[in-house]
C-alpha cells in the first residue's frame, strides 16, 4: 500500500521560497508517475507539477512554470517541489500523489494521496 507524507509548508512572504518534500514508501516506484497538487478554499484541486520515477520527465502547470521545479531522490523515495517567485495566489494546500503508468493532469487518475501541507504567501 503505498504512503505518501508531505511536508515543508509554512507561511513566506510575496517573492520568497519554499521547498515541499514527499516521502514515499509501501512500494516500488518504478513506473510511476509522482504529481503534486493543491487546492485553494472554495477552489477545485488543481495539477502543479509532475514528474517520471523512472524517465525524470517532468511536467508543469502554466501558471507554474518557470517557477516551480519538481524533482525526486530515487535513494530516499522523496519527491521535491521548489517553489520559487511565490505569489499570494499560490496559497493553497498542497497534495503529493501517485499515479501508475503515464503521466495526468487529472486528479481522479491518482489513486494515492498525502495529508496536505498547507502553504501561504503574504503579500
Known amino acids: 500500500q503505498v504512503q505518501l507524507v508531505e511536508s515543508g509548508g509554512g507561511l513566506v512572504q510575496a517573492g520568497g521560497s519554499l521547498r515541499l518534500s514527499c516521502a514515499a514508501s509501501?512500494?516500488?516506484?518504478?513506473?510511476?508517475?509522482m504529481g503534486w497538487f493543491r487546492q485553494a478554499p472554495g477552489k477545485e484541486r488543481e495539477f502543479v507539477a509532475a514528474?517520471?520515477?523512472?524517465?525524470?520527465?517532468?511536467y508543469y502547470a502554466d501558471s507554474v512554470k518557470g517557477r516551480f521545479t519538481i524533482s525526486r531522490d530515487n535513494a530516499k523515495n522523496t519527491v521535491y517541489l521548489r517553489m520559487n517567485s511565490l505569489k499570494p495566489e499560490d496559497t493553497a494546500v498542497y497534495y503529493c500523489?501517485?499515479?501508475?503508468?503515464?503521466?495526468?493532469?487529472?486528479?481522479?487518475?491518482?489513486?494515492?494521496w498525502g495529508q496536505g501541507t498547507q502553504v501561504t504567501v503574504s503579500s
Open positions: 509501501g512500494r516500488t516506484f518504478s513506473n510511476y508517475v
Open positions: 500523489a501517485a499515479t501508475f503508468g503515464r503521466n495526468s493532469d487529472y486528479a481522479g487518475d491518482f489513486g494515492s
Open positions: 514528474i517520471s520515477w523512472t524517465s525524470g520527465r517532468t
